[in-house]
Nanobody, 122 residues
Framework: QVRLVESGGGSVPAGGSLRLSCAASGVAGNRYFMTWFRQRPGKEREGVAGIEDSGKINYLDSVKGRFTISKDDAKNILYLQMNMLKPEDTATYYC????????????????WGQGTQVTVSP
């Protein structure tokens, strides 16, 4: 059973930084693609960052240049370094996993973490 656990959220002022982590278990022996999503208040869930099989990285336009996705395959941990945070980045951040990389589309992913809250004050 695949389990994803996010951590690292918190409250920061605008311009601050946070580093999110997503630890995956139950993935040993199989390749899973892990992707970051977020859901802002009153908005639909949106893809934030993901890594294709080729290694190419996809970012939501509004976070390009500020957020960096990375992973530690040996530890099955996905990271999201968030710099220059803005109030509009306030959201619950989730990681998702699946055997296929679906890009930044939320609907197809089978496995989701419980989310970690990020709050950015003006």
């Amino acid at each position: 059973q695949v389990r994803l656990v996010e951590s690292g959220g918190g409250s920061v002022p605008a311009g601050g930084s946070l580093r999110l982590s997503c630890a995956a278990s139950g993935v040993a022996g199989n390749r899973y693609f892990m992707t970051w999503f977020r859901q802002r208040p009153g908005k639909e869930r949106e893809g934030v960052a993901g890594i294709e099989d080729s290694g190419k990285i996809n970012y939501l336009d509004s976070v390009k240049g500020r957020f960096t996705i990375s992973k530690d395959d040996a530890k099955n941990i996905l990271y999201l370094q968030m710099n220059m945070l803005k109030p509009e980045d306030t959201a619950t951040y989730y990681c998702a996993a699946d055997r296929i990389y679906y890009g930044l589309r939320a609907a197809p992913y089978d496995y989701w973490g419980q989310g970690t809250q990020v709050t950015v004050s003006p």
